[in-house]
């Protein structure tokens, strides 16, 4: 079991930087992996880290965010932000043994809340 807490969103012009950061609260030894993703008008996965801290990018976001964890906390640095980067942004969770560093939001069974991130030019 794993609680998500997502924060960190807000307005930024374009060419900004926002840091979103995912308190988790796990339930279990096992290591998790972890996913942002965001909704537009599809859910689309941006950056995803597993237990032993592979990392993978979607292509519009790579070079411009980051993705990174610690004991309790999974963050997103976003630079350079565009404006097609605004919508609302989750955090999805699942054990490392079931799934590993995947952009599916769906391969991923617990969802955060989301926090908005609006980009404006």
């Known amino acids: 079991q794993v609680q998500l807490e997502e924060s960190g969103g807000g307005s930024v012009q374009a060419g900004g930087s926002l840091r979103l950061s995912c308190r988790f609260t796990v339930y279990a030894t096992s290591p998790y992996s972890f996913l942002w993703f965001r909704r537009r008008t599809e859910r689309e996965g941006v950056a995803a880290i597993d237990g032993d801290r592979r990392t993978m990018y979607a292509a519009p976001v790579k070079g411009r965010f980051t993705i990174s964890k610690d004991n309790a906390k999974v963050y997103l640095q976003m630079n350079d932000l565009k404006v097609e980067d605004s919508g609302v942004y989750y955090c999805?969770?699942?054990?490392?043994?079931?799934?590993?560093?995947?952009?599916?939001?769906?391969?991923?069974?617990?969802w955060g809340q989301g926090t908005q991130v609006t980009v404006s030019s």
């Open positions: 999805a969770a699942r054990p490392s043994e079931i799934v590993g560093a995947s952009l599916d939001p769906y391969a991923y069974n617990k």
